[in-house]
């Protein structure tokens, strides 16, 4: 049996894009609280909050063309774009074609909905996409306004949730793969534990509330902190490296306290830095892993060449998990 040829890729580039962040003390007093009580939480000092001018789609491009300026590589070397987002406020059209057409590009875009694990679900398809032979170089963005589905008033996701875009440049590669083997699934049988209600689409006329996200956080921190360590070992089993090669952990940017918690349970070595984008930006969902890992990159935390151990969990409750090496 003749085994086909596998291209290995590598991330050429990372991108970001931040609205304005804004202190956690302008939260904590709408909901009566002090800002104290807030980062004892969540660890959340500030969170970036968008203007009505900064729509998905105007974030998702601007951390798009930085991440093309970030690998030195014009807008027409890209042969597909994939946007993770859950906060398109249409159901159509999508992102993806908005940020193309942003970039002068007419090739094949489309999104992934997965919410907090969307930007590594879309790695993946990436990845694969270029190990097909289908493409040689796609962009990948993940772009949420999450505050446009956030109930002020609750206490559970208003002092955490915020907005922002992030992305990656993907490439084929002579040389040794550079984005690692997917670890993924999911956990529908708990998916009401995060959750958008009323139903966007399937709300009765007679239902005059807005949309808005509910979360039963401790139903989360306990699965995360059950399920996202054996993701991370396997990834690592995959991949075929230890912690001795991994410079960075850079799950999705859920709630500080609650990396901290996982991070332990994961014995990490000194020397493995752990992404915290989350205490100064804020949990942006589908953005939230490039934005961390840009984060690490832009203040001289990681050192190119090594491997950073991603993985992205949340509403669904699904999962998902790669190494990748930095650029």
């Excluded at 050429?12 to 939260?27: C, E, F």
């Excluded at 991949?239 to 991994?246: K, L, S």
Aim: hydrophobic share 50%.
């Amino acid at each position: 049996m003749s085994t086909l040829a596998v291209r290995p890729c590598r991330v050429a580039g990372v991108g970001a894009y931040r609205p304005v962040p804004v202190d956690s003390h302008n939260v904590a007093v709408s909901l009566g609280e002090s800002r104290e009580w807030i980062l004892s939480r969540t660890g959340v000092e500030t969170r970036c909050v968008a203007t009505p001018a900064e729509s998905v789609a105007r974030m998702a491009l601007a951390a798009a063309q930085q991440a093309l300026d970030s690998a030195h590589m014009p807008p027409d070397s890209i042969d597909a774009l994939v946007v993770a987002t859950s906060t398109n406020p249409q159901p159509c059209p999508s992102i993806a074609p908005q940020v193309a057409s942003g970039l002068g590009l007419n090739v094949a875009a489309f999104d992934v909905n997965i919410a907090c694990a969307g930007f590594c679900y879309a790695l993946n398809v990436a990845r694969s996409l270029i190990a097909a032979g289908s493409c040689t170089t796609v962009l990948v963005a993940g772009a949420d306004r999450m505050l446009d589905l956030v109930d002020a008033a609750d206490r559970a996701t208003a002092p955490v949730f915020a907005d922002g875009a992030g992305a990656m440049v993907v490439t084929a590669t002579d040389g040794p793969a550079g984005v690692g083997p997917v670890v993924w699934g999911s956990a529908g049988e708990r998916a009401a534990a995060l959750e958008v209600r009323p139903d966007v689409l399937g709300a009765a006329p007679a239902v005059s509330a807005m949309p808005a996200l509910r979360m039963d956080g401790l139903a989360i921190t306990r699965w995360a902190c059950s399920t996202v360590p054996a993701v991370v070992r396997e990834v690592l089993s995959v991949t075929g490296i230890g912690w001795n090669d991994v410079a960075a952990f850079v799950p999705h940017q859920a709630n500080w306290k609650l990396i901290q918690r996982v991070a332990k349970g994961l014995g990490l070595p000194e020397k493995v830095v752990v992404a915290d984008d989350v205490r100064f930006t804020g949990n942006t969902s589908s953005a939230s892993v490039p934005l961390a890992l840009h984060r690490l990159l832009d203040t001289g935390r990681v050192p190119s060449g090594q491997w950073a151990v991603l993985v992205g969990f949340g509403a669904g409750l699904a999962y998902a998990g790669q190494a990748v090496r930095i650029p």
